[in-house]
């Protein structure tokens, strides 16, 4: 296959889970330049996994959204032993049949679960240029959000001390009540981040939106400093004029998927402290997708103005954040680079949020938004009631908004990437030939 230097390509993009039936920053991220490369005249196809009871493992659905071509798998995400949780091989066997039918020039990796790292490898073997977009931690976490399972934040993911989060799997080689249970789950722990670290490597480019993610991967050896390319989400829709002072009730509003890791929790516990205020909160967000969780929500909100509004379609985000004075992203998670922060700025509303991860990075306190401790609900309520008392502080915020990026000039930064990462696949071939 002979690559055109300068395009048009075909770009395979791949991740775990699509629109429209799962909505999250990945799923959004990939849709949005998967259009772009369209509109530059590319030829694009997004390959994910869905989980489907009433269908055969590994059928392969072919569709479209809002024109993009799509190829779903089908996957049960079911083990019989905790090897198949990090590397799968129906995964990447449907990633071999794909390449040696639609030919992609470029295979570009927005997320590795359930296709695997393994998946690098199939793709660079086959001739392809490789990129991968790292969107969270699932490398290094089987979770994905280096926590715990009591929510406490996990200290020991860099050195693959994992055994505790991965026990929920079979392992058949163990025996019960076998004294050297603890020994082996490290074992297996380190096997998973070897096998995750060797395949990386073989990535032409891997990029990482915020540098706390960039540092996680480093200090688990996973990638160095140079090989990771630093470079935001470009982000869609016009910069809004700035709303500037409002007065009367303090919208205040999240954004984004109701579990726990992302702390809905802690904005309503907030909002325990505020009864007395002119204060709403409103949680926009798919409420059936965690029921128990959003269950838990509501009793504490009782007595509370808290409105649940549920989910929105992506294109509707400008009209869910133009009802509010501000956002709240109270995530417990190390999130890396909020879709719905960046949304925000774009909207015209400052954005109070947690002070760890990448939120920190983005949201600078006191400059353009406010931070506050991970899980602190009085800390934050402390935070809404201090705005709701100085408005000229809440719009001044607003008007010191960061410059947000759109969509066209990241999508032109990976194309150009792609271009790179194509010249390098060329060259390769031609030292092969040349060998040989």
Same mark, same amino acid.
């Given at each position: ?7 048009p390509w075909r770009v395979l993009e791949v991740l775990h889970d699509y629109l429209p039936e799962h909505i999250g920053g990945t799923e959004l991220i990939a849709h949005q330049l998967a259009q772009y490369l369209q509109g530059q005249g590319h030829e694009v196809r997004v390959l994910f996994t869905e989980r489907d009871l009433s269908a055969e493992e590994g059928e392969l659905r072919r569709g479209e959204f809002e024109g993009v071509p799509t190829l779903e798998l089908v996957y049960q995400r /079911? ?11 129906? !995964? ?5 049949? @794909? ?38 931690? *699932?490398?290094?976490?089987? =979770?994905? @959000? ?6 406490? &934040?996990?200290?020991? !993911?860099?050195?693959?001390?994992? !055994? ?9 080689? %163990? ?9 082996? *789950? @490290? ?12 395949? &990386? ?10 540098? +706390?993610?960039?540092?996680? +991967?480093?200090?688990? !050896? ?22 500037? $002072?409002?007065?009367?009730? %303090? ?16 904005? $309503?516990? =907030? ?15 798919? %409420?059936? *997708? ?37 956002? @709240? ?38 400059? *353009?938004?406010?931070? +506050? ?10 935070? %809404? =009631? /201090? ?32 271009? /790179?990462? &194509? ?14």
């Amino acid at each position: 296959m002979t690559e055109p230097k300068h395009g048009p390509w075909r770009v395979l993009e791949v991740l775990h889970d699509y629109l429209p039936e799962h909505i999250g920053g990945t799923e959004l991220i990939a849709h949005q330049l998967a259009q772009y490369l369209q509109g530059q005249g590319h030829e694009v196809r997004v390959l994910f996994t869905e989980r489907d009871l009433s269908a055969e493992e590994g059928e392969l659905r072919r569709g479209e959204f809002e024109g993009v071509p799509t190829l779903e798998l089908v996957y049960q995400r /079911e083990y019989a032993h905790v090897r198949e949780s990090y590397a799968p091989k129906l !995964g990447p066997q449907v990633l071999r049949k @794909v390449i040696e039918e639609y030919r992609p020039h470029v295979v570009h990796f927005q997320h590795l679960a359930f296709f695997s790292s393994k998946a690098i490898q199939v793709a660079r073997s086959m001739g392809c240029a490789v990129v991968v977009s790292l969107h969270d931690f *699932w490398l290094l976490c089987d =979770a994905a @959000v280096l926590m715990r399972p009591d929510e406490s &934040l996990c200290k020991v !993911g860099p050195v693959a001390d994992c !055994g505790e989060c991965l026990r929920h799997y079979p392992n058949p080689d %163990l025996k019960p009540g076998d004294r050297l249970a603890d020994f082996e *789950w @490290v074992q297996i722990s380190q096997a998973r981040r070897e096998t995750h670290r060797q395949h &990386l490597a073989m990535a032409h480019r891997v990029i990482t939106p915020s540098q +706390f993610l960039r540092d996680q +991967f480093v200090a688990a !050896g996973l990638l160095t400093q140079e090989d990771a390319i630093r470079l935001k989400t470009g982000y869609p829709g016009p910069i809004r004029a700035l709303p500037g $002072v409002r007065r009367g009730t %303090l919208r205040v509003g999240y954004v984004g998927g109701l579990y726990p890791s992302k702390g809905v929790h802690v904005a $309503v516990e =907030a909002m325990t402290h505020l009864v007395e205020r002119d204060i709403e909160l409103i949680v926009n967000g798919v %409420l059936e *997708w965690f029921p128990e969780y959003v269950d838990g929500l509501k009793r504490t909100a009782e007595g509370c103005r808290v409105v649940f509004a549920g989910g929105y379609e992506p294109g509707e985000v400008d009209a869910v954040m133009g009802q509010l004075d501000l956002l @709240v992203v109270p995530s417990i998670w190390y999130e890396n680079m909020p879709l719905a922060i960046h949304e925000a700025f774009r909207n015209g509303l400052p954005v109070v949020a947690t002070a760890h991860g990448g939120m920190a990075e983005t949201v600078k306190d006191g400059v *353009w938004g406010r931070t +506050f401790p991970r899980g602190d609900a009085e800390a934050l309520a402390r935070i %809404l =009631a /201090e705005l709701d008392d100085d408005r000229e502080e809440l719009a001044r915020l607003a008007a010191a908004r960061p410059p947000v990026v759109g969509v066209p000039e990241i999508g032109a930064r990976f194309e150009a990437m792609y271009a /790179e990462a &194509l010249a390098e696949v060329e060259a390769e071939r031609g030292e092969a030939v040349s060998e040989a």
